[in-house]
């Protein structure tokens, strides 16, 4: 007893002085004072390597051999889509948890499709209402910048930029202290009533200069010789996408003589759509203050020009190579501003994807290998006029979204159907068309615990709510048909697999090829940062990170 009644009181005398318990936080000197997550939208972890001999020292080689960077990164769900994507790497856990299941989804109740940061209940701020209104109250996890904030009860400061409004909203999380997106109307970045009253002075002055113009003024034309982009497929093929204004898909790309309008909205599919987010960052740095108080701010960015380079032209274009020579630049530039506003060794950097890409379909069949398209239009109509023969009720399935087919389950439930019976028919009708690998069911998907890769990728993306009642899954580099360039959503590699590079304070060099899952990410800043995991988390600290 005597022994107990010690080590109590030297409990409490410890607790005393650090009320934080045992896990005793960093002082204000070893805390980073900065963190800035890098989102790449599209970027296949190859990018690194077969770009790299044309990367300067400044931007993606100084992350890669300055800090460290972990080779078999990979989504660990389907669908692999942008806005899951973000939510995933910022909550550490899957659609299952967070809910975001895809960049809209049907909504049973409302009968249509609903966008995942979509939020009637806010006005835009700065720009147009079906722009602006928008907010993350759809995703039903806290972020690692959530948990940020609730440490040090609001005192950090959390900023994100994007193009794309989910790009900018999911990071942010749900009390971030300013998202910021572009609108294609105006050419203007803006936020929602969601998050700000009014634009900070700093974001107006920012709209005001006019920067879409001025970028887009002397054209797109390739970084270096085009001759020298061995990389890349030759200049212009049939499967790139041809702007309306022009009538090849070739360098260079001139925008003179198009409308406001028209620039506005092909800004974002040049490489100068993630200039202007960096020059946006900047901007950020500087006039938030971010990294000057003794608290940890965070600054998250996605870059999304590559996103929409990739749908337009494939992963073998010279235009997605030149996409990233530049934003190679735009990197380099952000450490050195970095390095300027925060002070090199004084703030940590990641830079991950939301996802991949696979191969255009028609490059890999005019290279003798195996891939196709999919007209789900049709693939609907077929399985709808199998279960009319076979139930004698016309169109029970209300519509396929994401590769999952809702039923009209009030059709259903009125003729006496057996759902489990128009779920198999249905199974046996998809597994009869050419490009179809796998049909899960949602009954299966509820009650049992797949261990098998692609059976447990889909019901980590699977949200018992928000999800269709029938999952298919395509054959390898089978995607929905498409007029152009590439797409992404499966569980394969080319779709999974991506670069996941830290960087600067607290972060030793060195490399790993042990796989780990992007739901990692954010326990592993828990742990530098020594606060909460995010409430939903199921990833786990890289641990390797942490070694000496």
């Known amino acids: 007893m005597r022994i107990i009644y010690r080590y109590t009181v030297i409990v409490l005398i410890l607790f005393c002085f650090n009320p934080n318990g045992f896990a005793q936080s960093q002082s204000s000197e070893e805390k980073t004072k900065l963190v800035v997550g890098i989102i790449v939208d599209q970027m296949r972890a190859e990018y690194l390597y077969r770009f790299q001999d044309k990367f300067s020292n400044d931007g993606f080689k100084r992350l890669m051999n300055e800090g460290f960077n972990f080779k078999n990164t990979h989504y660990n769900y ?23 299941i895809a960049n809209s ?5 409302l009968k249509k499709e609903v966008n995942n940061v979509d939020d009637y209940s806010t006005h835009a701020i700065g720009g147009t209402e079906s722009s602006g209104q928008r907010s993350p109250h759809k995703m039903l996890a806290t972020t690692i910048t959530d948990e940020l904030q609730l440490s040090n009860i609001g005192r950090s400061k959390v900023i994100s930029i994007s193009l794309k409004d989910r790009g900018a909203i999911l990071p942010g999380g749900h009390m971030s202290d300013g998202s910021y997106w572009y609108d294609t109307s105006t050419g203007n970045f803006i936020t929602s009533s969601y998050f700000k009253k009014e634009l900070p002075i700093w974001v107006e002055k920012f709209n005001k200069q006019g920067h879409v113009k001025s970028l887009l003024k002397n054209g ?113 530039s952000l450490l050195d501003d970095l390095d300027k506003q925060v002070g090199k060794g004084n703030y940590t950097v990641f830079l991950t994807a939301d996802h991949a890409a696979t191969d255009v379909p028609q490059y890999l069949i005019n290279n003798k290998i195996p891939a196709g398209y999919i007209d789900t239009d049709i693939m ?3 399985v709808n006029t199998r279960l009319a023969e076979v139930f004698k009720v016309n169109n029970l399935i209300e519509i396929m979204s994401n590769g999952q087919l ?63 009642d029938i999952v298919v899954l395509f054959d390898p580099s089978w995607t929905e048909k498409r007029e152009y360039g590439t797409e992404h959503s499966t569980g394969y590699s080319y779709d999974t697999h991506v670069p996941l590079l830290w960087y600067g304070h607290g972060i030793r060099k060195g490399f790993s090829v042990k796989k780990y899952s992007i739901t990692d990410i954010a326990p592993t800043l828990s742990m530098l940062l020594n606060i909460k995991f995010p409430n939903a988390c199921t990833g786990e600290p890289i641990t390797e990170l942490f070694e000496n």
């Open 78 to 100: 389907i669908p692999t889509k942008t806005a899951p994507g973000h939510a995933s790497v910022y909550t550490g856990t899957t659609p299952k948890y967070h809910g975001i």
């Open 105 to 109: 989804w049907y909504d049973r109740v």
């Open 220 to 332: 797109w034309h390739t970084l270096v010789p085009i001759e020298t982009y061995k990389e890349s497929t030759t200049d212009e093929q049939a499967y790139e996408k041809v702007f309306d204004h022009k009538t090849n898909a070739s360098f260079p790309y001139e925008f003179k003589g198009l409308s406001n309008k028209d620039q506005y909205e092909i800004f974002q599919e040049t490489p100068f759509g993630n200039t202007i987010v960096a020059m946006m960052a900047y901007e950020a740095l500087e006039n938030e203050k971010l990294g000057q108080s003794t608290e940890t701010d965070f600054l998250a960015i996605s870059f999304s020009s590559t996103d929409k380079v990739g749908h337009a032209f494939g992963p073998y274009s010279i235009e997605v190579e030149d996409t990233y020579l530049r934003l190679d630049q735009d990197i380099a």
């Open 380 to 382: 609907l109509n077929k």
């Open 406 to 468: 809702y039923f009209d389950l009030e059709a259903i439930k009125t003729n006496g159907l057996d759902f489990n019976k128009v779920l198999e028919e249905s199974k046996k009708e998809l597994l009869t068309m050419e490009g179809v690998f796998q049909v899960l069911l949602r009954p299966d998907l509820e009650k049992m615990e797949f261990s098998n890769e692609h059976k447990g990728m889909v019901q980590r993306g699977f949200h018992l709510k928000r999800s269709g």
